[in-house]
């Protein structure tokens, strides 16, 4: 017996039992479709499989029944098949809870390609460098998400394929060297996991399946739910959706954007965007991302329809979001959009804005305040001048002084004696424990938008990222930024208004957002 599964897309309703039942991601899925937003076709496996699984009462033969007629609908949508040797049929496999829960949980992407089907999406799309590319990502992907495998491994293999290729990052490899490298990948799968990586594509697709429904359990997200007080037992969906190529060529890429800066609530396009990348390159902080200049630049169509879908989606929600996009070949598609996380600070500005734009009545902003003081909102910066080390982007702003910690432990360790300054070469899910313990997080890596950022900003803490003045050498317990070297527990300041990094412990000052301060004063009570 197949157990319940929703379709997005294609004229589908709602999902029955809201979010909590299929997780946000998929409902907003189904509502941006409803609204007629381009929305790849997908289909869902509601929470309720993920407790079940949790407590024996389903098992992998009832999900793997569940995943064949999902499917079968996929491949009506688009006309493809899946583990078709000629037209192959592509799949993401999602994570999503009733609560959003940025980069905790997994996905995995390019599922259902193998060697045969490599050949037929060449035949079906003339494009053999994104056959090759999303063959070695999927090898990659599979292997850290679902075996188990350390990315470093994999890593290491990306790194020797660019020094080879004499090139600066991946997207500058031709298929010829990102063939070489997936058939590096699959021999690296083979020794680590000690068996050939799968090439049946049913058989990628229910271990990809399982592996996100068992990532509600990862310490990472059990971590993320104590400290944001939420339920324990509520279990993730999992959304399969047909895939959209980023990786496509000069004219696509992957993009995660807000409707409004969400650290000041200005209201703009706030976007980064890797050109010919998928939305792991984004999100998951270890690549340079770009910003909105070079994609409206480049893609000026685009970028117009974002700015015209950012406020689609703020009135479909009644809130400012946060989404992620895929650009393939010139064609926007939308792959998820939830409640933007921002800063204190941001919270009120996009609050009291949507009142005077009309989006919102004074009651319908106040409950985007629910838990906010507005008369403890500052914001802080530098009494004085200091001289500048180096420059970053800001993906959290304020300012933050504290002592270096190059980990996770040492960030709790050196918590207990006063403010800590977390320094990583990217941003990070992993370090979730490590960024609550500090006060302020840098990196050497990662864009804005990286979940990890989302996380920092979610928390409160002063955050800078892509700083290339700055490296680590774990080894020695040390980092060099701006040409000076710190050890470990040296003092380190962040200046997340202006970018700036300076030597040690500065003077902070606050300010009031007196403007939106006096506009809620003015509300009437009900």
């Known amino acids: 017996m197949v157990g319940p599964m929703h379709i997005i897309g294609g004229g589908s309703e709602l999902?029955?039992?809201?979010?909590?039942?299929?997780?946000?991601?998929?409902?907003?899925?189904?509502?941006?479709?409803?609204?007629?937003?381009?929305?790849?076709?997908?289909?869902?496996?509601?929470?309720?499989?993920?407790?079940?699984?949790?407590?024996?009462?389903?098992?992998?033969?009832?999900?793997?029944?569940?995943?064949?007629?999902?499917?079968?609908?996929?491949?009506?949508?688009?006309?493809?098949?899946?583990?078709?040797?000629?037209?192959?049929?592509?799949?993401?496999?999602?994570?999503?809870?009733?609560?959003?829960?940025?980069?905790?949980?997994?996905?995995?992407?390019?599922?259902?390609?193998?060697?045969?089907?490599?050949?037929?999406?060449?035949?079906?799309?003339?494009?053999?460098?994104?056959?090759?590319?999303?063959?070695?990502?999927?090898?990659?992907?599979?292997?850290?998400?679902?075996?188990?495998?350390?990315?470093m491994a994999f890593d290491e293999l990306v790194t020797a394929a660019l020094v080879d290729a004499e090139a600066e990052n991946e997207r500058d490899l031709d298929h010829r060297a990102l063939r070489g490298l997936a058939h590096a990948m699959l021999e690296r799968f083979r020794v680590l996991a000690g068996k050939p990586f799968p090439t049946d594509p049913r058989a990628q697709l229910l271990a990809a399946a399982l592996a996100v429904f068992h990532s509600w359990d990862a310490p990472k997200a059990v971590a993320y739910r104590r400290l944001n007080g939420l339920d324990n037992d509520a279990g993730t969906a999992v959304t399969v959706q047909a895939m959209v190529f980023g990786n496509a060529g000069g004219a696509s890429g992957a993009g995660v954007g807000f409707t409004r800066d969400p650290a000041t609530g200005?209201?703009?396009?706030?976007?980064?965007?890797?050109?010919?990348?998928?939305?792991?390159?984004?999100?998951?902080?270890?690549?340079?991302?770009?910003?909105?200049?070079?994609?409206?630049?480049?893609?000026?169509?685009?970028?117009?329809?974002?700015?015209?879908?950012?406020?689609?989606?703020?009135?479909?929600s009644g809130d400012a979001q946060d989404f992620e996009f895929t650009v393939q070949t010139g064609m926007l598609w939308l792959l998820q959009t939830r409640r933007a996380k921002r800063t204190n600070w941001a919270a009120l500005r996009i609050a009291v804005d949507m009142v005077?734009?009309?989006?919102?009545?004074?009651?319908?902003?106040?409950?985007?305040?629910?838990?906010?003081?507005?008369?403890?909102?500052v914001r802080t910066r530098f009494a004085d001048p200091s001289p500048v080390l180096a420059c970053a982007q800001v993906a959290s702003v304020g300012v933050a002084s504290g002592r270096i910690a190059l980990d996770n432990a040492a960030a709790e360790r050196l918590a207990a004696a006063g403010p800590v300054i977390l320094v990583r070469q990217a941003t990070v899910t992993e370090d979730i424990i490590g960024m609550a313990s500090a006060t302020g997080i840098l990196t050497a890596t990662g864009g804005r938008t990286s979940h990890a950022a989302v996380v920092a900003r979610q928390l409160?803490?002063?955050?800078?990222?892509?700083?290339?003045?700055?490296?680590?050498?774990?080894?020695?317990?040390?980092?060099?930024?701006?040409?000076?070297?710190?050890?470990?527990?040296?003092?380190?300041?962040?200046?997340?208004?202006?970018?700036?990094?300076?030597?040690?412990?500065?003077?902070?000052?606050?300010?009031?957002?007196?403007?939106?301060l006096a506009a809620i004063a003015a509300w009437p009570d009900a």
């Open 460 to 516: 409160g803490r002063v955050c800078l990222v892509a700083c290339p003045d700055l490296s680590i050498d774990f080894a020695a317990r040390t980092c060099r930024i701006g040409g000076q070297e710190f050890a470990e527990g040296d003092a380190l300041s962040l200046d997340g208004n202006e970018g700036t990094v300076h030597a040690g412990l500065l003077t902070a000052v606050a300010e009031r957002p007196e403007r939106e």
């Open 266 to 316: 200005v209201r703009e396009l706030y976007v980064d965007f890797a050109f010919n990348g998928q939305g792991e390159d984004v999100v998951a902080g270890r690549r340079a991302t770009d910003g909105g200049a070079r994609l409206q630049r480049v893609l000026p169509g685009v970028h117009a329809q974002l700015e015209a879908m950012c406020r689609t989606l703020e009135h479909l």
């Open 356 to 377: 005077e734009e009309g989006m919102l009545k004074p009651g319908q902003a106040r409950a985007l305040l629910e838990g906010i003081d507005p008369a403890a909102v």
């Open 15 to 151: 999902p029955p039992g809201g979010p909590e039942a299929v997780g946000r991601k998929a409902y907003n899925l189904a509502r941006m479709a409803e609204a007629g937003l381009p929305v790849p076709p997908a289909f869902v496996l509601p929470t309720s499989w993920c407790r079940m699984l949790r407590d024996g009462k389903t098992d992998e033969a009832a999900v793997a029944e569940a995943l064949d007629a999902g499917m079968a609908h996929l491949e009506e949508a688009t006309g493809l098949g899946f583990g078709s040797a000629r037209q192959p049929l592509l799949v993401s496999v999602r994570s999503g809870g009733a609560v959003s829960m940025p980069g905790m949980l997994d996905t995995v992407l390019d599922v259902g390609l193998n060697a045969a089907g490599v050949d037929g999406m060449v035949r079906l799309t003339g494009n053999p460098r994104l056959a090759w590319d999303s063959y070695r990502r999927l090898v990659q992907g599979y292997g850290e998400v679902v075996q188990g495998l350390p990315a």
